[in-house]
C-alpha cells in the first residue's frame, strides 16, 4: 500500500524535544515501513524521520507565533507533492488538510489529536461528512458529542527503545508542558507531601508558561523540587528509566498523553488524576495508581515502588506496541478505500 502521511508544519517530525504528535507520526510512519508499506510523509526540512518525505517549509515553524495561512501553505505544498505520487490513501493530521482534499479524487483520513471544541467541533463536524475521523481515545470520542468517529485508535511506541529502569533515582517525574492544565504545581505539591524529589522536565516557550512558571510553579522549587527544563528525547528516557513513578496530575482532558505510555515502557508506574484518557491508560494497582486528591496522589506515589516494572513493560508492550498501532491503522485505510471506491462506482 501507498500511504502518504501530512504532519502539522509546527515540529518536526521526530520531535528534538516536547511533541507527542509528532513522536506518534514517527512511529507510525517506521512502523508502516517496517510492515512492508510505502510511505511519503510530509512535514519539514528538517524532519529525520527515514522514510519519504517532501516539505514546504525547511524548518518547523514552531507553536508561538503560528497562523491559518502558514499551514494553508503547507498542505497546498503537500498535496501537490503527493498527489502525483498516487498514493493509496492520504492520512492527514492538519486542520486545513481534510478540507482542502476534497478538491482531489483520493480516499483520505485525518486524526484529530487536541479536543474536540469550540471552533474545533464545528470544523470536525463538517469534516466528517466526508473524511473518516480517527480519535486517539475513547475519552477523546465520548466528548466528540454528534461527530461521527470512525475509529478510536491508541498510540504506540518502540518499547525496545526505551531503556528497562529499576527507578534506582528514587524520584518522581513530571515531564510535559509547564502548564496548569498539566499540573505542574499540583506535582510538587504532592511530591512535598510525599516527601519524595521531584524533578520537572518541561517545555517553557511560550509567554503563558513562563507567566505560570513565575508565578506558580517557582515559588515550590527547593528542598527537592527541582526543575531540569526541556529535555531531549534520550535524556527523557533516561529520566522515566530512574524514575520511582511519573506523576501526571493532568487537570483537563487530555486526548490522550503519549508520556504515560512512554513511561511504562521503561517500566516506570503512573500516578495520575482521572481526566481525559488517564482511566484507560492506566491499569489500577498494575502499571500505576488513579487518584484525585493531594493526599491520595501521595499515597500512590509510595505504593507505586510496590508494583512489578517487569509486568508494567510487558502491558506496554501489549497494549502500545507500534504492531499494533499499525494494525489498526491498516484496518481503517482499508475501510476507507473501500468507502471512497463504493462512493466513486
Same mark, same amino acid.
Given at each position: 500500500?501507498?500511504?502518504?502521511?501530512?504532519?502539522?508544519?509546527?515540529?518536526?517530525?521526530?520531535?528534538?524535544?516536547?511533541?507527542?504528535?509528532?513522536?506518534? %507520526?514517527?512511529?507510525?510512519?517506521?512502523?508502516?515501513?517496517?510492515?512492508?508499506?510505502?510511505?511519503?510523509?510530509?512535514?519539514?526540512?528538517?524532519?529525520?524521520?527515514?522514510? @519519504? +518525505?517532501?516539505? +514546504?517549509?525547511?524548518?518547523?515553524?514552531?507553536?508561538?507565533?503560528?497562523?491559518?495561512?502558514?499551514?494553508?501553505?503547507?498542505?497546498?505544498?503537500?498535496?501537490?507533492?503527493?498527489?502525483?505520487?498516487?498514493?493509496?490513501?492520504?492520512?492527514?493530521?492538519?486542520?486545513?488538510?481534510?478540507?482542502?482534499?476534497?478538491?482531489?479524487?483520493?480516499?483520505?483520513?485525518?486524526?484529530?489529536?487536541?479536543?474536540?471544541?469550540?471552533?474545533?467541533?464545528?470544523?470536525?463536524?463538517?469534516?466528517?461528512?466526508?473524511?473518516? *475521523?480517527?480519535?486517539?481515545?475513547?475519552?477523546?470520542?465520548?466528548?466528540?458529542?454528534?461527530?461521527?468517529?470512525?475509529?478510536?485508535?491508541?498510540?504506540?511506541?518502540?518499547?525496545?527503545?526505551?531503556?528497562?529502569?529499576?527507578?534506582?533515582?528514587?524520584?518522581?517525574?513530571?515531564?510535559?508542558?509547564?502548564?496548569?492544565?498539566?499540573?505542574?504545581? +499540583?506535582?510538587?505539591?504532592?511530591?512535598?507531601?510525599?516527601?519524595?524529589?521531584?524533578?520537572?522536565?518541561?517545555?517553557?516557550?511560550?509567554?503563558?508558561?513562563?507567566?505560570?512558571?513565575?508565578?506558580?510553579?517557582?515559588?515550590?522549587?527547593?528542598?527537592? *523540587?527541582?526543575?531540569?527544563?526541556?529535555?531531549?528525547?534520550?535524556?527523557?528516557?533516561?529520566?522515566?528509566?530512574?524514575?520511582?513513578?511519573?506523576?501526571?496530575?493532568?487537570?483537563?482532558?487530555?486526548?490522550?498523553?503519549?508520556?504515560?505510555?512512554?513511561?511504562?515502557?521503561?517500566? +516506570?508506574?503512573?500516578?495520575?488524576?482521572?481526566?481525559?484518557?488517564?482511566?484507560?491508560?492506566?491499569?489500577?494497582?498494575?502499571?500505576?495508581?488513579?487518584?484525585?486528591?493531594?493526599?491520595?496522589?501521595?499515597?500512590?506515589?509510595?505504593?507505586?515502588?510496590? %508494583?512489578?516494572?517487569?509486568?508494567?513493560?510487558?502491558?506496554?508492550?501489549? @497494549?502500545?506496541?507500534?504492531?499494533?498501532?499499525?494494525?489498526?491503522?491498516?484496518?481503517?485505510? @482499508?475501510?476507507?478505500?473501500?468507502?471512497?471506491?463504493?462512493?466513486?462506482?
Amino acid at each position: 500500500m501507498r500511504i502518504a502521511i501530512i504532519a502539522p508544519p509546527w515540529v518536526p517530525v521526530p520531535p528534538p524535544a516536547y511533541g507527542g504528535t509528532e513522536a506518534s %507520526l514517527d512511529a507510525l510512519a517506521r512502523g508502516l515501513v517496517a510492515a512492508g508499506h510505502e510511505v511519503f510523509l510530509y512535514a519539514t526540512g528538517d524532519s529525520t524521520c527515514p522514510v @519519504r +518525505t517532501g516539505f +514546504t517549509f525547511e524548518r518547523a515553524l514552531g507553536t508561538v507565533s503560528t497562523g491559518a495561512a502558514s499551514e494553508l501553505a503547507h498542505v497546498v505544498g503537500a498535496y501537490e507533492a503527493i498527489v502525483p505520487w498516487a498514493p493509496d490513501i492520504v492520512h492527514d493530521h492538519t486542520l486545513a488538510g481534510p478540507v482542502y482534499a476534497e478538491r482531489f479524487d483520493l480516499p483520505v483520513v485525518t486524526t484529530n489529536h487536541g479536543p474536540f471544541e469550540g471552533e474545533l467541533r464545528a470544523l470536525y463536524r463538517v469534516v466528517g461528512r466526508t473524511v473518516p *475521523i480517527v480519535a486517539i481515545s475513547h475519552r477523546q470520542a465520548e466528548l466528540a458529542g454528534d461527530i461521527p468517529i470512525a475509529a478510536v485508535i491508541h498510540h504506540g511506541v518502540d518499547v525496545d527503545a526505551y531503556p528497562a529502569g529499576e527507578g534506582e533515582g528514587g524520584y518522581a517525574l513530571f515531564l510535559g508542558r509547564m502548564s496548569p492544565d498539566k499540573g505542574v504545581h +499540583t506535582a510538587a505539591l504532592v511530591a512535598r507531601d510525599a516527601g519524595v524529589p521531584l524533578r520537572i522536565a518541561a517545555k517553557m516557550r511560550e509567554p503563558s508558561e513562563h507567566e505560570y512558571f513565575a508565578t506558580q510553579v517557582a515559588p515550590l522549587l527547593g528542598d527537592g *523540587i527541582e526543575y531540569l527544563g526541556e529535555v531531549d528525547r534520550f535524556r527523557k528516557r533516561e529520566l522515566l528509566a530512574g524514575a520511582r513513578c511519573l506523576l501526571n496530575p493532568i487537570a483537563w482532558e487530555e486526548p490522550f498523553g503519549i508520556v504515560m505510555v512512554e513511561a511504562m515502557a521503561c517500566g +516506570t508506574p503512573v500516578v495520575a488524576t482521572p481526566r481525559g484518557s488517564v482511566p484507560e491508560l492506566v491499569e489500577e494497582g498494575v502499571t500505576g495508581f488513579v487518584r484525585s486528591s493531594i493526599d491520595g496522589l501521595a499515597a500512590a506515589v509510595h505504593a507505586a515502588g510496590e %508494583l512489578d516494572r517487569t509486568v508494567i513493560r510487558k502491558v506496554a508492550a501489549e @497494549r502500545f506496541s507500534i504492531e499494533r498501532m499499525v494494525a489498526d491503522h491498516l484496518a481503517l485505510y @482499508r475501510r476507507a478505500i473501500a468507502r471512497h471506491a463504493a462512493r466513486a462506482a
